[in-house]
């Protein structure tokens, strides 16, 4: 089924048709677990939300979002920036509940600081999503770019076709991008 196909479906879901829920899930459903995989990306702590309980709770929140899919991309987009608060919201409460106890670290397949840090001192998402917020203030461009590549696991030039730009200005938006992260991160005091 083509892309039009499945934006349709998205369409039709979101104006309340659940009908549609049997053909459009085995359609999305890969593509929304591998973007919780990333979101997810948690090495160390004790999460107990798994991929699987995150697709299904952003698949819910994006249900009650009354904004209208423009295409497939921006479906997942928007599911990748929803699966990303769900985190943060997840372990915000857990961290209050342990009384500001141990932090959740997180690392991703394509390593967004990878040359800035190691394995060993990733950053909380927590923290990082802090840094992405104070991106998003100084240039939404950039932060959505992030959002789309390391969460929703797009392409650049899936990208650019988002952002009306070229992949090579993806290219080099991100990289910035990455290192600006990265002095972030060091700035809120992330090693």
Known sequence: MGTENITSLIRQWQRGDDAVINELMPLIYDQLHDIAWKSHGVKGGDITMRPTVLVNEAFIKLQKNNHEVVDRTHFFAAAALT?????????????????????????????????????????????????????????????????????????????????????????????FAKAWLANELQRLGVE
Request: hydrophobic letters at 35%; glycine letters at 6%; charged letters at 30%.
């Open 83 to 175: 699966m990303r608060h769900i985190m943060v919201d997840f372990i915000r409460h857990k961290q209050r509940d342990k009384r500001g106890g141990g932090k959740t670290h997180v690392v991703f397949d394509n390593h967004i600081y990878a040359e800035q840090t190691s394995p060993s001192s990733s950053p909380d998402i927590v923290d990082l999503n802090d840094a992405l917020e104070n991106l998003e203030k100084m240039d939404a461009r950039k932060a959505q770019m992030v959002e789309l590549h390391y969460f929703a696991g797009l392409s650049y030039t899936e990208i650019a076709e988002v952002q009306s730009v070229s992949a090579a200005t993806v290219g080099r938006e991100l990289k």
